[in-house]
């Protein structure tokens, strides 16, 4: 009967010792695992910081011919349609620089679009609601997302104004007489 009970206690024995070992290697792994992932963070962060630091110079290496142009427009201020005309083609430059990396106005001809458009004024018109009577700020999207809205002026319907034989809320004619 000893042997029985010094058995079952030596195999008890062994079990604890193997989840002990088991409990011990997947504390190992679980650390492991988190080390492996802080350092994944850390690498992605150090990747994302550079790709952006190589983002901003291409964009400034484009806009430096730009700068150049403002630079030597500046220089020959002295004639106004030469310096008129400089200017006029730096904003192309520019224009087209900004276009070759996905930026397109928005359009603001027609209805009143909210996910393009930001009404500053409603302006009572004879044109239908929500249409665009004129663009106080030129919206941008760059590729499919906007990155500003067009600040616009919409019509508001005018309000009619009662007409001679018209009747009130009462059902009476405006030019009936009223004792």
Not at 7 to 24: F, H, L, M, Q, V
Not at 133 to 156: C, F, N, W
Not at 163 to 173: C, H, L, R, V, Y
């Amino acid at each position: 009967m000893k042997d029985k009970k010094q058995e079952k206690s030596s195999a008890i024995k062994a079990e604890e010792k193997n989840k002990d070992t088991e409990i011990k290697e997947l504390t190992e792994t679980i650390q492991r695992l988190q080390a492996d992932f802080e350092n994944y963070k850390k690498r992605v962060e150090a990747q994302n910081k550079d790709l952006k630091k190589y983002a901003v110079a291409d964009i400034i290496t484009k806009l430096l011919p730009i700068l150049d142009s403002f630079e030597l427009a500046l220089k020959n201020t002295g004639n106004k349609d030469e310096c008129l005309r400089g200017v006029k083609l730096i904003y192309s430059q520019l224009f087209q620089t900004l276009e070759d990396a996905g930026l397109r106005p928005i359009e603001t001809n027609g209805r009143f679009d909210p996910y393009k458009h930001e009404v500053l004024i409603s302006q009572e018109s004879d044109k239908e609601d929500n249409i665009i009577l004129e663009e106080l700020q030129k919206g941008y999207m760059l590729d499919d997302t906007v990155i500003r809205h067009s600040k616009v002026k919409v019509a508001k319907k005018k309000v009619s104004e009662k007409k001679d034989g018209d009747k009130d809320e009462k059902g009476a004619s405006s030019n009936e007489h009223k004792c």
